[in-house]
């Protein structure tokens, strides 16, 4: 056994084996210890008498998929090793071979995956020249591709990356240096699984052969230029190293991977990843899920429009028809408050049919989900119903794709059981009266001991023998016994089976035809469940097509009805698109922070690509001017994915990127500081903008010295406004009053303030954003809300006089000296400063 144990693990280097044994999975020798270590569980041993005992821990194997869901979680990947015959008598070793590899990136178990989110397996490709990248979703066979050229293609497939934020990753060994750490350890941009594979995996012509036979419905293609990659080499080799992947490890042919969608990054507007945070678009930091946008405007009722509606966040639109129709849509919605009812009560009572179809087709699917796939298909007519006399292009479109699947429900009506067991080895899956010989099985299995009973009721009749019985055991089965005092009453059509000391045994060829058939009746029920479920499931997933047409349908009306449910709650309007360059927002607000209670202050927001290019916003701290940055750009983001608005009107320019500097921290895995991370996305922002870009820049150059940073603040300003390939509309707040100086020297430069009102030395914010700029920041009195000591308030603003003043001491440097006498208490208490500067 340990021998074959070592074959099968031989073919699965880099993957923890669970073995089979009986009732239980097995880990042996570096498993083991890795196995117990992570799974908290016994290490024991076998062979201890040896004196090399092997080290083992097992788990049962009904427990097993929570063992492996902690397994992957944690990054690992899990070969699950079956016996595939069943155990006969003697010592014969049962042959067992691998099922399945569970990794990161093809989890299909419901506890690895998360129903609002995609779960992509990635594959990276190439070379100094060119990049490739392929995404799949095995869970729902979303198959994408994309690739990139020149010296940049790294940074735009890494951008691609965060966006898609993958689970696992494979690669090439040549490009393994991508992912070392100064320390030397591996580490991926998004914190996914790494997997490297043999370079010939990612060839382009077995990648090119191996697309060819597996698309196009399982039935082959000729070229590959139906699905957007004639001439993208890179692409290719992506895509076939995933597609072996996945076939290699799952032992399936995954027929539902039927399309590949080829997009380029310039296809939709791109966000890049301290951008998707700084935003909070689908996760807040240190909050609440709901308070993300993603939160406040998901009121899907299935998990395949969460995930649609957080794909249209991530990557917004960029084609003016598209976004038009879907808003559009949205508001023929809105305004049918009905229509909007009905359709999602019809969605509230759907399952995940993309995940479901996802499960049929790679042979996953339990009985319970056909269940679910059938009460999701009742739902389809009542939704086309509703949508009959809906005008929008888009829904009537989506109306078209709602196939009712009708074949197919019926099906499922007529075989699956009302309450099957939720594992696909046991009786109870098949509905009575769908198969015939199914049924006779089960009437023998129920009605055994009566049947018998009448056997033996009746031949005691026939016979006369009032002691006659019909018994079994397990070596000769079925029989009738009689006493050695009736034996002469014996009929001649029994046949002698075994004599005893005080008895006969006889059968009969009822009694023989009975056993053959209810001897292995629960063996055979079972054999038979399994038959039919299969051929069950196998015609569903013929039909995958179909099922995947409906579920992106049902996909997008979920989304479309959600949008139209949270603007008509939140009073949001239809936005304005246009090709030009101006966004104007009239009464603007945050969509996220409205939702918190506090009453919001709505704003104005005008920017263009001329007169208004470049917005400097001063301010105190806590005035609001983050928050105005963020919600202009959560806006246009809204926007471009098909949304209504917080907003008394919206008019906006199509955008092709949104870029955000608005804080930072030391990034010490990488040796980066504070400092070195904003220069580092600032420069990003500086060499890719466009004048189609609109960027929010907060507090550039605070994390060096003022003068430094006040010098890096002018020139990063000057460049925005004046180079013409990236002088994109940009909204800069900052606490450089000087900065406000530009307006004098650059046409296209403006002046914002945050307003607040002082009074008596206490100051209240406003959080109305206006013309012309703040006189000072008011830094200190943010600091006495804040709770400093009253001492170093009244400390700090003695300095801060000195400072304003210019007072300088005989070396020039600004002077910390005292005016206000201090008092006996005070003198006790010297601060930090005293003395410095003073003469």
Not at 355 to 366: D, H, I, K
Not at 406 to 417: F, K, M, N, S, V
Not at 567 to 575: E, I, L
Not at 590 to 618: K, M, Q, S, W, Y
Request: aromatic share 6%.
């Amino acid at each position: 056994m340990l021998r074959q144990y070592h074959e099968i693990k031989k073919q699965y280097p880099g993957t923890l084996l669970f073995f089979r044994l009986g009732d239980f999975y097995e880990l042996f020798f570096d498993d083991a210890l890795i196995g117990s270590r992570e799974m908290e569980i016994t290490l024991t041993a076998r062979q201890k008498e040896s004196g090399n005992p092997v080290p083992m821990c097992g788990v049962p194997f009904h427990a097993a998929p929570g063992y492996i869901t902690k397994l992957v979680r944690k990054g690992y990947r899990v070969a699950i090793c079956e016996q595939t015959e069943d155990a006969g008598a003697g010592t014969k070793l049962v042959r067992r071979e691998v099922v399945r590899v569970v990794t990161p990136g093809t989890a299909l178990e419901n506890q690895l995956l998360e129903a609002k989110e995609n779960s992509y397996l990635a594959a990276l490709c190439g070379a100094g020249e060119g990049m490739g990248l392929a995404l799949v979703d095995l869970s729902t066979g979303e198959f994408l591709a994309t690739q990139a050229s020149g010296e940049e293609a790294w940074e735009r497939l890494r951008e691609q990356l965060e966006i898609f934020a993958p689970r696992e990753i494979i690669y090439p060994g040549s490009l393994a240096p991508l992912w070392k750490s100064p320390e030397g350890r591996e580490t991926s941009p998004t914190g996914a699984a790494l997997t490297r594979l043999d370079d010939w995996i990612f060839g382009v012509d077995h990648a090119d052969s191996l697309l060819r036979t597996h698309l196009g419905g399982g039935q082959g293609v000729s070229s590959l230029e139906g699905y957007g990659l004639a001439g993208k080499s890179w692409a290719i080799a992506a895509c076939g190293a995933a597609l072996h992947y996945i076939k290699e490890t799952q032992r399936s042919q995954a027929t539902h991977l039927r399309e590949i969608g080829y997009f380029e990054p310039a296809d939709h507007l791109l966000l890049d990843a301290p951008t998707v945070v700084n935003l909070e678009l689908v996760s807040a930091t240190g909050g609440s899920a709901r308070h993300t946008l993603f939160g406040v405007l998901d009121e899907t009722e299935t998990g395949m429009g969460a995930r649609l509606l957080r794909q249209w966040l991530l990557r917004p639109a960029i084609r003016r028809a598209v976004i038009e129709a879907r808003l559009a849509a949205v508001a023929e919605l809105r305004g049918s408050a009905i229509l909007r009812d009905q359709l999602r009560a019809g969605l509230g009572r759907m399952g995940d049919l993309e995940r479901l179809s996802g499960r049929v087709t790679m042979g996953r699917a339990n009985a319970r989900d056909l269940l679910a796939l059938g009460q999701s298909f009742r739902q389809i007519p009542g939704l086309r119903q509703s949508l009959g006399a809906a005008t929008a292009e888009l829904l009537s479109e989506l109306t078209g794709e709602l196939d009712e699947l009708t074949d197919l429900r019926q099906l499922i009506e007529q075989a699956i059981a009302d309450d099957p067991p939720v594992a696909t080895n046991e009786p109870g899956m098949i509905r009575d009266g769908y198969h015939a010989e199914l049924d006779e099985l089960r009437s023998l299995a129920r009605s055994g001991k009566s049947y018998i009973a009448a056997i033996e009721a009746r031949e005691r009749g026939r016979t006369g023998i009032s002691s006659l019985k019909v018994k079994f055991n397990n070596v000769f089965g079925y029989f009738i016994e009689i006493s050695n005092a009736n034996r002469d009453r014996v009929p001649a059509d029994y046949e002698r089976k075994q004599t005893l000391v005080n008895a006969e045994r006889y059968t009969t060829p009822e009694l023989k035809e009975y056993e053959r058939k209810v001897l292995g009746a629960e063996e055979r029920i079972i054999a038979l469940e399994i038959e039919i479920f299969g051929q069950i499931r196998q015609a569903i997933a013929r039909e995958i097509g179909r099922l995947q047409r409906v579920s992106r349908a049902v996909a997008q009306l979920d989304v479309l009805a959600s949008l139209a449910e949270v603007a008509a709650r939140r009073n949001y309007v239809c936005p304005t698109l246009h090709d030009g360059d101006e966004i104007e927002i009239h009464d603007g607000r945050h969509p996220v922070i409205e939702t918190l209670g506090e009453r919001f202050v709505p704003n104005d927001l005008a920017v263009n690509n001329t007169t208004d290019r470049l917005l400097i916003i001063t301010g105190p701290n806590m005035g609001g001017k983050s928050v105005f940055l963020k919600q202009n750009a959560l806006i246009v983001i809204m926007a471009q994915a098909g949304s209504f608005v917080p907003a008394r009107a919206a008019r906006i320019a199509i955008v092709d990127r949104i870029f955000t500097r608005v804080g930072a921290s030391d990034n010490l895995a990488q040796g980066r500081s504070t400092f070195m991370v904003e220069m580092t996305e600032t420069a990003n922002i500086l060499n890719t903008a466009t004048p189609r870009s609109l960027i929010l820049l907060d507090e550039v150059g605070r994390g060096t010295a003022t003068f430094d940073g006040l010098s890096l603040a002018w020139a990063i300003a000057e460049y925005l406004h004046d180079h013409p390939r990236h002088s994109a509309r940009t909204l800069f707040a900052t606490h450089y009053h000087e900065l406000t100086e530009l307006a004098k020297l650059r046409p296209g430069v403006r002046n914002y303030q945050v307003a607040v009102s002082e009074s008596e030395g206490q100051i209240v914010f406003l959080r109305k954003v206006l013309p012309g700029s703040a006189s000072k920041s008011y830094g200190i009195e943010v600091a006495r809300l804040a709770g400093l000591p009253g001492q170093v308030v009244e400390r700090a603003k003695e300095i801060l006089v000195n400072l304003e003043q210019n007072e300088l001491d005989v070396t020039g440097k600004p002077k910390f000296a005292r005016h206000l006498r201090r008092s006996a208490r005070n003198d006790s208490q010297l601060s930090f400063l005293d003395g410095i500067g003073e003469e």
